[in-house]
């Protein structure tokens, strides 16, 4: 069933716990500095909550829907870089949920993402890597243009984890491209009544709960960019080709962009869009966007 508020708070409070301990550790690490290394690590974390609602009286002659709005964001980088080596860790948890008058709440945004990547480099802006990173989301998804509703996603239905090793382009902390020529994924759908109301079941087998694709190539590309003092660009672009099937319709696409205006320390505007072509989800191009204002925390130990 669909997250509902009690259960979206349930999963949040933890989260925001957490942040808490995690800032009061670095503080704890921050005075202790001259018996703890840890100039090696570059260590970031935000949390965002935003709230939206909108009321209509019954009169109201150019019409509306009451409705409410709830969103939240947490995310986090961990990296480690000594001499010629690096590990990367990267975490982005989004859900948010929206109800309107006269219908049942219904997710607005839902998605986990994990990435970690140790690599090595060859030159200034070169080297070798080799990755592994999670997608999937918290809770079930419905198709709601039928009545009653029908079940068509879920936790880790579908979720994917690839894993990838090749090379890199990394010429500043900013950017970075991966270009792997193994990178094997396994396609999960753990829930098979899925596939009762998804034709292609997400390119699982019916019957089956995973598909793995063992020679394939995956682009990965990254840029986080602060545009101004207040302003941050944030875009993450992913191509994967299995050599089996390769064909230009056959070929994924997916770039997540999110822009971030910070109005005051803990205000901000948030924008983000997704993008997806999966021949195994649909033959059409996919896209999700959000807009929103609301509380936004961020701590880091970048200078």
Do not use: C
């Not at 079930?140 to 039928?146: A, R, S, V």
């Not at 999960?188 to 019916?206: H, L, W």
């Not at 003092?229 to 070929?251: C, D, G, V």
């Not at 929103?292 to 880091?300: A, E, I, N, Q």
């Amino acid at each position: 069933m669909l997250f509902s508020t009690k259960k979206f708070l349930a999963i949040l409070l933890p989260i925001l716990s957490m942040s808490v301990f995690s800032y009061a550790q670095n503080e704890i690490d921050s005075l202790t500095q001259t018996t703890k290394d840890t100039t090696y690590w570059s260590k970031e974390f935000s949390a965002g909550l935003n709230f939206n609602q909108a009321a209509f009286s019954s009169n109201w002659s150019a019409g509306g829907v009451n409705s409410v709005a709830l969103g939240s964001i947490v995310a986090g980088k961990a990296n480690y870089a000594k001499e010629s080596w690096t590990w990367d860790n990267e975490m982005e948890l989004l859900y948010g949920i929206v109800k309107n008058e006269g219908e049942e709440s219904r997710k607005s945004n839902d998605r986990i993402f994990l990435d970690s990547k140790v690599g090595y480099k060859l030159s200034k802006n070169w080297g070798t890597y080799f990755s592994a990173n999670f997608l999937t989301q918290f809770a079930d998804g419905y198709n709601y243009e039928e009545d009653p509703r029908t079940l068509i996603s879920g936790f880790m239905s579908p979720g994917y984890l690839t894993t990838s090793l090749g090379i890199e382009y990394k010429p500043n902390d900013e950017f970075n491209l991966r270009i792997g020529p193994f990178s094997p994924r396994w396609t999960f759908v753990t829930d098979e009544s899925i596939s009762e109301n998804v034709e292609d079941n997400y390119g699982v087998p019916i019957g089956q709960t995973v598909r793995t694709e063992w020679l394939a190539l995956q682009i990965f590309a990254q840029w986080d960019k602060d545009i101004a003092e207040n302003f941050n660009i944030k875009t993450r672009y992913q191509m994967y080709a299995n050599y089996e099937t390769l064909s230009f319709k056959n070929i994924d696409h997916r770039l997540d962009v999110t822009l971030t205006a910070k109005i005051t320390e803990i205000i901000s505007v948030t924008f983000t869009s997704i993008n997806l072509y999966d021949i195994d989800q649909d033959s059409d191009i996919q896209y999700s966007q959000g807009l929103s204002l609301g509380l936004l925390y961020k701590v880091s130990n970048k200078k």
